[in-house]
């Protein structure tokens, strides 16, 4: 649903005008905007990833598998794709966007695999750690750089990166504040509603992970 609704706003540019009708469909005034290769509704403008973001890259520590072991807990251990384990204290505490650093992690459409997290977590140094600015939201910061081309921002030749400049100066729809507002404050129950199951969702696999060893080695039962 979240998808559906910024695409319908800032794709398909139909976000309802000042009547209420869908922009474009109603024939709002279009113009090209050649940063960005596209048509976008006129007087919009466009800005830099870095413009809208914060990076918190220094603050990440990896650990070795060795270290997770000697500091097994409950708080999520995330690398570029997804948590890779749990410890015992946190580095971060707060609301982020984690988009993965390696050139060579993306999506079948080539684009860059992105996690919406919150909480107390650990991060690793294999994905970027970013907030929005003010006036942003992570759930917004999130979709606007789901479309980014992988080929357009990573380097390098044997280990592909994404590094932090070319990240940060990647052009992206820069939307009116009314209009960026507007749709934060529709969007937020959603993206609540998202993090909210995906907690619940690492708590039962924390659970299946810690009960099934013990169904395995006739530890614990389950009865009719």
């Not at 922009?23 to 006129?42: D, V």
């Not at 990896?62 to 410890?87: C, F, W």
Request: aromatic share 10%; net charge negative; charged share 20%.
């Amino acid at each position: 649903m979240a998808n559906t609704i910024y695409d319908y706003w800032f794709v398909q540019f139909d976000f309802p005008d000042e009547n209420g009708r869908p922009y474009k469909s109603s024939g709002g005034e279009m113009t090209f905007c050649k940063e960005l290769n596209q048509n976008i509704p006129q007087n919009w403008g466009y800005t830099s990833v870095g413009n809208i973001t914060v990076c918190f890259d220094s603050d990440r520590i990896p650990l070795s598998n060795h270290q997770r072991q000697e500091m097994k807990g409950t708080i999520p251990y995330y690398g570029a794709t997804g948590i890779m384990d749990y410890v015992n204290c946190a580095i971060f505490s707060g609301d982020f966007v984690l988009l993965a650093e390696d050139g060579s992690v993306m999506d079948d459409n080539g684009n860059p695999i992105l996690q919406r997290i919150s909480g107390d977590v650990w991060i690793n140094n294999h994905t970027h750690v970013l907030q929005p600015v003010n006036g942003y939201s992570c759930r917004l910061l999130y979709l606007l750089l789901k479309d980014i081309p992988v080929s357009m921002i990573k380097t390098g030749s044997i280990q592909m990166k994404i590094n932090q400049a070319n990240l940060n100066s990647y052009n992206i729809l820069n939307i009116p504040d009314g209009i960026r507002s507007r749709f934060i404050n529709q969007i937020e129950p959603i993206d609540t509603k998202i993090i909210q199951i995906q907690k619940e969702n690492d708590n039962l696999k924390q659970i299946r992970n810690w009960l099934l060893p013990m169904l395995m080695n006739g530890q614990a039962t389950i009865e009719d």
